[in-house]
């Protein structure tokens, strides 16, 4: 949207289902984490410093803008829209809107000012792949509500689609983060890196509801413990910093409660003004009858970010002429192994500002087409039962903690699904993403950041380097 927005002209393709964007609810970065030298080191490792500098010298003209058109919206009620500033014990960056529903306001902001351009088409769909002329990419294919073929030629795309949570049983994302526009680029051959690195997010609430919904840290900043089933505080004997402990350690604490039969339980019953401050938390677990206030919240690691993605450089470029990719779904370096806390908002607009000026520089218009896949035009979209059967497997053995064994048999038997998989646009493409994150996974035998290997439990210096590849036909063994 933010691309969109500084185009002079552009279309939107997007599906009616909500990204991640919408659920955001700590906060966007700002310039003091990255220029103050004291706190240099909540940068995690591979970060690529040039990705770092750009966040830093653009975000806050990018935070500027984003003001500026939230300041000439007015809502309902005849106020003006501001987006604020609140400083947080030990997250002294985070800008907020508010409460704890950042992101929400941000695309209703963003969204408005779509409404007033003229310049911005919008078309409703699902983008199922890519077009090339033989050189660049010309365009996407995709089907509408009503299972219609369209073909949208473009001088430019951008691959703007999100995330890949949704490849994991239990996740924070919504159904739009299903790693669609990856596997896109990914059957067009465009370079991807570092899909081994997911995170997980340490408290997901454990309830009936798909997706889990998140328990920011902030509830945590703010005194809320973890207990287990007979109301003992764990994470104080397992890290100095106990409940906020860095986010990687304590999913897998907390996992491990789990996997023990041990239980964990947020107690947030002491939180002063937790109404006010965390009304979608409130929100979400009264819907399951819990409240927060007077009960024990059960909480357990979920799927919540993909750190890796279609390969770009800093103006969003994919390896492919006439193919860009930015936020979630582009990998772009900032992330490093492990992402930090509310860098995922900031990299979208400062990286979608970037990338519309390199899209105005670059674009071509669209030649003859050469490539248009034709194969998968009558499929349905809706995922079948073989999509749920790989998100358990993905769960099981390419989650929290990994290990040859099981990531081999995930490769095995995602494998054998694949043609039925095949059978829907959703389980076609959750067959090609998955099976490149198992592969990447396979090949980083060591545990870093995110990626956490039982049977390769130390960082290996030698394997301190993304890993930026072609992928291809899948061909594992090739890549291990
Ligand atoms: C619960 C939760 C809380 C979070 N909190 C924060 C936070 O406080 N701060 C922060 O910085 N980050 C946070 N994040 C991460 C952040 O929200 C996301 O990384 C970021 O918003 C992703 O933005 P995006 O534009 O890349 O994708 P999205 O916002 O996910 O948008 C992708 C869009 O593409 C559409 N789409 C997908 N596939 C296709 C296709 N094939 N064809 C057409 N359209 C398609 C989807 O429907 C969706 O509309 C949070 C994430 C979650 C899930």
Redesign the pocket.
């Known amino acids: 949207?933010t691309a969109a927005l500084t185009l002079d002209e552009s279309v939107i393709?997007?599906?009616?289902?909500?990204?991640?964007?919408?659920?955001?609810?700590?906060?966007?970065?700002i310039k003091s984490a990255f220029t103050d030298g004291a706190k240099q080191d909540r940068w995690s490792d591979l970060t690529d410093p040039a990705a770092v500098e750009r966040i830093a010298g653009d975000g806050p003209e990018a935070v500027d803008w984003l003001r500026t058109e939230a300041e000439s919206l007015v809502t309902d009620n005849g106020e003006q829209t501001v987006l604020g500033e609140e400083g947080i014990e030990g997250l002294d960056r985070a800008i907020e809107t508010g409460n704890d529903a950042?992101?929400a306001e941000v695309m209703r902001v963003l969204n408005s000012s779509l409404a007033s351009r003229d310049s911005v088409k919008r078309l409703l769909?699902?983008?199922?792949d890519l077009i090339t002329d033989g050189e660049r990419v010309v365009g996407v294919v995709?089907v509408d509500s009503r299972a219609r073929q369209r073909i949208v030629m473009a001088p430019a795309v951008v691959i703007?689609?999100?995330?890949l949570?949704r490849l994991y049983q239990r996740t924070?994302?919504?159904r739009?983060?299903?790693g669609?526009?990856l596997a896109?680029a990914i059957r067009a051959g465009a370079r991807v890196a570092d899909l081994e690195f997911v995170q997980f997010h340490p408290t997901a609430m454990t309830v009936a509801k798909d997706p889990l919904p998140?328990v920011?840290e902030r509830v945590r900043r703010r005194g809320a413990i973890l207990v287990d089933a007979h109301g003992r505080r764990f994470m104080a004997g397992i890290h100095s910093d106990a409940e906020l402990a860095p986010p990687g350690l304590l999913a897998r604490a907390i996992w491990r409660q789990s996997v023990r039969g041990a239980g964990a339980y947020l107690d947030a019953r002491h939180v002063h003004e937790l109404a006010d401050h965390h009304p979608t938390l409130l929100a979400h677990a009264m819907s399951v009858g819990i409240d927060p206030r007077t009960d024990l919240v059960p909480v357990g690691a979920a799927a919540?970010?993909q750190i890796g993605g279609v390969a770009t450089d800093l103006e969003g470029r994919t390896s492919l002429p006439g193919l860009w990719a930015?936020?979630?779904?582009a990998s772009t370096g900032l992330h490093g192994s492990t992402r930090l806390?509310?860098?995922?908002?900031?990299?979208?607009i400062v990286f979608g500002r970037r990338v519309a000026r390199s899209v105005a520089a670059e674009a071509e218009t669209p030649g003859d087409v050469a490539y248009c896949p034709v194969d998968s035009r009558d499929l349905p979209v809706t995922p079948g039962p073989a999509f749920e059967e790989l998100r358990k497997l993905m769960w099981e053995h390419v989650g929290l903690e990994r290990d040859g064994d099981g990531l081999w048999r995930a490769h095995n038997e995602l494998t054998a699904l694949v043609p039925v998989l095949r059978r829907t646009l959703a389980g076609r493409?959750a067959a090609t993403v998955a099976i490149q994150v198992v592969a990447a996974a396979l090949r980083r035998t060591e545990s870093r950041g995110s990626h956490y290997r039982i049977d390769h439990q130390a960082t290996d210096p030698s394997q301190a380097a993304r890993v930026v590849v072609e992928p291809g036909p899948v061909e594992v063994e090739r890549l291990v």
């Open positions: 949207m393709l997007t599906t009616d289902l909500p990204g991640s964007s919408w659920w955001a609810q700590g906060g966007i970065s950042t992101g769909g699902r983008a199922i995709a703007a689609t999100g995330g949570g924070t994302n919504p739009g983060s299903d669609s526009g896109m998140m920011s919540h970010y930015v936020g979630e779904a806390l509310s860098n995922a908002l900031l990299e979208g493409d």
